[in-house]
């Protein structure tokens, strides 16, 4: 099970608010932008995708350069590529799990409603360049969305909008159609003005109920009485293996964070995966996919010294370089040893994306959403929040794994003890629903 979640606050500059929560109408809006991810089986606010031979990626109609590569033909490959750049600029100690998927819709929701420089720069964010079709954009994620949203008995993936507008704000309907349109958005009226803790209260129930609860509380204070508007999204996987684990072999054993030594409880099975060797990157991959083949879940496992320092790993790759290893892998039968645990992970990404040039969505002065709000409206904070939790019979929420390569019997040995970089992967539109850098597993018991 996955869950992941993030948010946007947006704030009003001056004016007063209605007191009276209203039904809302076509000239009233206001609020902050926020996103969720629920992840389950897999990782959070993403799905998790299947290996094991899939087609190639759906190209969907659509740069600014990414960090490591200015190649990007697919919205897949552009969400990678911001889920790349968010995760290296993060540069936090220990796991760190985000939703690519869940970012880049929040960022695109947020800049339908700009202009000027905060848009130019939320379409270079995204990998877009600047001539590009904003409206291709836009279609692009609805398709998407629709494409990949499934709800059997093996894997749930539900990619969930809300829209949380402060009546009076100056919303512009527009605004709210298209979210509606695109991004299949659940648009309602709050009172921040007058009651603020009631209203961050109704946010959190609508994540709650959107994560599974997964994300029971993603505000812990009360939001600011000056929020106009609070845009969220929420993904929430729950998958199946393929090939499920024994829980007869699970044992606890040792993972070797890089900084020492801990006990916990380790899956294995030995059965057919997609598999590749990278002796360019001193690693080698795995896949390990879900029911039906759709997602699968990525693991990437240096071979030396094992080091919490995935960064020189993370800087090496892109999408261009994961679509290639991928199209290279072959199946093989290995011994696969792979922790039993719960990775969760929670930041503001308001430094992240500052660093990531786009800043101007968070300064009152240079901030320009005339195309949301009739009033003075900023960014106040991008909150992001992912769980995950991986066990037997499926991932729920991200699973980061790591490994290493030897012989035993007629056997490969691919066993997850050490850090290593993971991502859950949509096969058909080659979205990464989740990213994660895994150096410390918490354990998951039963």
């Known amino acids: 099970m996955l869950s992941a979640s993030c948010c946007v606050a947006l704030r009003r500059g001056q004016g007063n608010v209605s007191g009276e929560d209203v039904p809302y109408t076509g000239d009233t809006w206001d609020k902050m932008a926020r996103l969720i991810y629920n992840?389950?089986?897999?990782?959070?606010?993403?799905?998790a995708t299947a290996c094991m031979a899939m087609p190639g990626p759906q190209t969907f109609p659509l740069s600014l350069p990414a960090l490591r590569a200015t190649y990007q033909t697919t919205l897949g490959d552009k969400i990678h590529?911001?889920?790349?750049?968010?995760?290296?600029?993060?540069?936090?100690?220990?796991?760190?799990?985000?939703?690519p998927l869940s970012i880049s819709a929040l960022l695109s929701?947020?800049?339908?409603?700009?202009?000027?420089?905060?848009?130019?720069?939320?379409?270079?964010?995204?990998?877009?360049?600047?001539?590009?079709?904003?409206?291709?954009?836009?279609?692009?994620?609805?398709?998407?969305?629709?494409?990949?949203?499934?709800?059997?008995?093996?894997?749930?993936?539900?990619?969930?909008?809300?829209?949380?507008?402060?009546?009076?704000?100056?919303?512009?309907?527009?605004?709210t159609q298209k979210a509606r349109t695109?991004?299949?958005?659940?648009?309602?009226?709050?009172?921040?003005?007058?009651?603020?803790?009631?209203?961050?209260?109704t946010i959190n129930n609508w994540i709650k109920e959107s994560t599974s609860g997964m994300i029971p509380n993603l505000f812990k204070q009360?939001?600011?009485?000056?929020?106009?508007?609070?845009?969220?999204?929420?993904?929430?996987?729950?998958?199946?293996?393929?090939?499920?684990?024994?829980p007869m072999m699970t044992k606890d054993r040792e993972f070797d964070t890089g900084a020492g030594k801990v006990q916990v409880p380790i899956m294995s099975n030995t059965f057919i995966v997609n598999y590749i060797d990278i002796?360019?990157?001193?690693?080698?991959?795995?896949?390990?996919?879900?029911?039906?083949?759709?997602?699968?879940?990525?693991?990437?496992?240096?071979?030396?010294?094992?080091?919490?320092?995935?960064?020189p790993l993370e800087l090496e790759l892109s999408a261009?370089?994961?679509?290639?290893?991928?199209?290279?892998?072959?199946?093989?039968?290995?011994?696969?040893?792979?922790?039993?645990?719960?990775?969760?992970?929670?930041?503001?990404?308001?430094?992240?994306?500052?660093?990531?040039?786009?800043?101007?969505?968070?300064?009152p002065v240079a901030v320009n959403f005339s195309r949301l709000s009739t009033l003075p409206v900023w960014v106040d904070d991008v909150l992001h929040e992912t769980v995950i939790e991986?066990?037997?019979?499926?991932?729920?929420?991200?699973?980061?794994?790591?490994?290493?390569?030897?012989?035993?019997?007629?056997?490969?040995?691919?066993n997850v003890n050490r850090p290593a970089i993971i991502f859950i992967r949509d096969e058909v539109s080659g979205v990464p629903l989740f990213w994660g850098k895994l150096v410390r597993p918490e354990p998951l018991r039963t």
Not at 330 to 345: A, C, G, I, K, N
Request: no cysteine; glycine share 6%; net charge neutral.
């Open 39 to 47: 992840m389950r089986a897999l990782v959070l606010l993403a799905a």
């Open 81 to 99: 590529e911001l889920g790349l750049d968010v995760s290296v600029e993060l540069q936090k100690p220990g796991n760190v799990v985000i939703s």
């Open 109 to 175: 929701v947020l800049m339908m409603g700009s202009a000027g420089r905060t848009r130019q720069e939320l379409l270079r964010g995204l990998h877009f360049d600047d001539a590009h079709s904003e409206n291709d954009v836009h279609l692009s994620f609805q398709r998407l969305m629709e494409d990949i949203s499934s709800d059997g008995p093996d894997v749930t993936l539900n990619v969930a909008n809300g829209l949380f507008l402060q009546r009076g704000a100056g919303v512009l309907y527009n605004f």
């Open 320 to 363: 261009e370089k994961i679509n290639s290893l991928i199209g290279k892998m072959t199946p093989l039968e290995m011994r696969v040893w792979l922790p039993r645990m719960r990775l969760s992970f929670k930041s503001s990404l308001r430094d992240t994306l500052k660093k990531l040039h786009m800043a101007s969505m968070f300064n």
């Open 390 to 414: 991986v066990s037997e019979e499926g991932t729920k929420a991200a699973a980061a794994t790591g490994s290493e390569l030897n012989r035993k019997g007629s056997y490969r040995v691919f």
């Open 279 to 311: 002796p360019e990157l001193e690693a080698h991959m795995a896949a390990f996919p879900y029911k039906g083949n759709r997602q699968a879940m990525y693991v990437i496992l240096p071979t030396g010294q094992p080091t919490a320092n995935l960064e």
């Open 222 to 246: 009360p939001l600011d009485p000056l929020t106009t508007f609070v845009a969220v999204n929420t993904v929430f996987f729950n998958g199946k293996w393929l090939t499920p684990f024994d």
């Open 182 to 201: 695109h991004y299949n958005s659940v648009v309602s009226t709050l009172d921040f003005h007058n009651s603020s803790v009631k209203s961050t209260e």
